[in-house]
């Protein structure tokens, strides 16, 4: 889908948490349809291959850095882009730990790690910067079919379940107080993907996954409200 969609040249999309995996194939695959993005990192002092994609972009990439844990990063962030606004703005973050721990075995740390993590932090960045946004514009961020408590038939990785299903009951308050405005709000469930999370015996690469994503978020732009989809854009039972 061309940058034409929403009627400006170019768009501007700020994907975060993008040094690398999912996110930075994300920058990437936007940059590859005409947007201008800005990618986050954790560590500046580090090169990551999204320096790498940065360095042959002809500017089109800007780096910032944001650490979604640190809630003292998102005001001075919010103030180096107050001057551009947003087409969208995707939260792209994700950790898992204890996999085949039963809930009540699971350390009190390691539960707080996922859930701030995978669902506070990333709503704590759209909230503060959700302002940025187009009012036409789309507001996402990354979920998972083991979000869904309709399709939880095995149980297994019960705390990063909970953490996506507690994400998008987030996403779903923060949508509706949005309600007045024209934005889609999209939380993506991207199916198992060889990533340092997903591993390797996923069946999904980045590479084949990564254009189907982007084609979901981009179609919703221009349909205001929250969908809940997948890879293909179904839609995800709650």
Not at 195 to 213: H, I, K, Q, Y
Request: proline share 5%; no cysteine.
């Amino acid at each position: 889908m061309s940058s034409t969609v929403i009627g400006k040249q170019p768009p501007t999309a700020l994907i975060v948490g993008a040094s690398r995996g999912l996110g930075h194939a994300m920058v990437a695959e936007f940059l590859g349809r005409g947007w201008s993005v800005i990618g986050t990192v954790r560590d500046t002092s580090a090169r990551t291959p999204l320096h790498d994609l940065a360095d042959r972009a002809e500017g089109r990439v800007t780096i910032e850095h944001l650490d979604i844990n640190e809630p003292d990063h998102l005001a001075p962030l919010h103030e180096r882009l107050a001057e551009r606004e947003l087409d969208l703005l995707f939260v792209n973050a994700g950790i898992t730990n204890n996999e085949q721990t039963l809930i009540g075995t699971v350390a009190t740390a390691d539960f707080v790690e996922v859930m701030v993590t995978n669902a506070l932090s990333p709503m704590r960045v759209i909230e503060a910067l959700e302002d940025l946004v187009s009012l036409t514009g789309l507001i996402g961020a990354m979920s998972s079919g083991q979000g869904s408590i309709t399709n939880n038939t095995t149980a297994g990785r019960e705390v990063y379940r909970a953490s996506k299903a507690a994400l998008n009951m987030f996403m779903r308050s923060f949508a509706i107080r949005q309600a007045e405005t024209q934005r889609a709000f999209v939380l993506l469930a991207p199916g198992w993907i060889r990533t340092a999370l997903g591993g390797p015996d996923a069946p999904f690469s980045v590479e084949e996954s990564v254009p189907l994503l982007v084609d979901v978020l981009l179609s919703r732009l221009g349909t205001p409200g929250l969908a809940y989809l997948d890879r293909s854009g179904r839609t995800v039972p709650w």
